[in-house]
């Protein structure tokens, strides 16, 4: 049981590139989240979802999309990248009867320059 | 959005009791919880109380609640070694609207 898991750890990308981050979970958990984590601040949800094929806006979305096709995954895309996109992300994935319990990746960190 | 405050520092003596604190905005019902990042993990959620509550204790940690001034502590007993990592505070009723303090980095000193 590997839990979360997020690939890849590490990615230095140049502005206006793209690229994918994937979240699997082997938990079959109902909900899964993106959240990006920034130096002095929390964490910021980016983007959510309820079930497969279905997603939601978080609380800063601009500039990424997502994808989950599959109930175990769940897709961040940087369609053009800029340097206040360098962050740490983490996905996290939950149960739908106790979301508030989130069990959390080991996050990705992605610089851009 | 809300705002969750936290001090971004705290370190102790192994076998002390560490006490970390926590303030928030949010002045409807919500849920308050700790969680513990370690180095290049993600976060893992400790416990969790819900704001008409004063008091949980759950082996070693203790979590206090002063609704009046919004203020949430999280005491560890005995700190060890292994405890050292990020505590983030949060709050929020949802998962997909929880707002998460800065953290605060626990350095325990041997």
């Known amino acids: 049981n590997a839990g979360v898991t997020q690939t890849p750890k590490f990615r230095v990308l140049k502005t206006g590139q793209s690229m994918t981050l994937l979240c699997a979970q082997d938990?079959?958990?109902?909900?899964m989240y993106w959240y990006r984590q920034d130096p002095g601040m929390g964490l910021r949800l980016i983007h959510y979802?309820?079930?497969?094929?279905?997603?939601a806006k978080g609380e800063v979305p601009d500039g990424y999309n997502v994808s989950r096709l599959k109930k175990q995954n769940f897709l961040l895309g940087l369609e053009s990248a800029a340097p206040s996109q360098t962050s740490v992300y983490f996905c996290?994935?939950?149960?739908?009867?106790?979301?508030?319990?989130?069990?959390f990746g080991p996050g990705t960190r992605l610089t851009v320059t | 959005g809300e705002d969750v405050e936290q001090s971004l520092f705290l370190s102790v003596r192994e076998g002390d009791s560490s006490v970390i604190n926590c303030t928030y905005t949010d002045s409807s019902s919500t849920y308050l919880y700790w969680y513990k990042q370690e180095p290049g993990a993600g976060l893992q959620l400790l416990t969790y109380?819900?704001?008409?509550?004063d008091m949980k204790q759950d082996q070693r940690l203790t979590v206090l609640l002063n609704k009046k001034d919004k203020h949430l502590s999280l005491r560890i007993a005995d700190t060890q070694t292994g405890d050292s990592a990020i505590y983030f505070c949060a709050e929020g009723w949802q998962a997909n609207n929880l707002f998460f303090g800065t953290g605060t980095r626990l350095t325990v000193i041997p």
């Open positions: 938990m079959n958990h109902e909900y």
């Open positions: 109380i819900f704001s008409n509550m």
């Open positions: 996290a994935s939950s149960t739908y009867k106790s979301s508030y319990e989130q069990y």
């Open positions: 979802s309820v079930g497969e094929g279905t997603t």
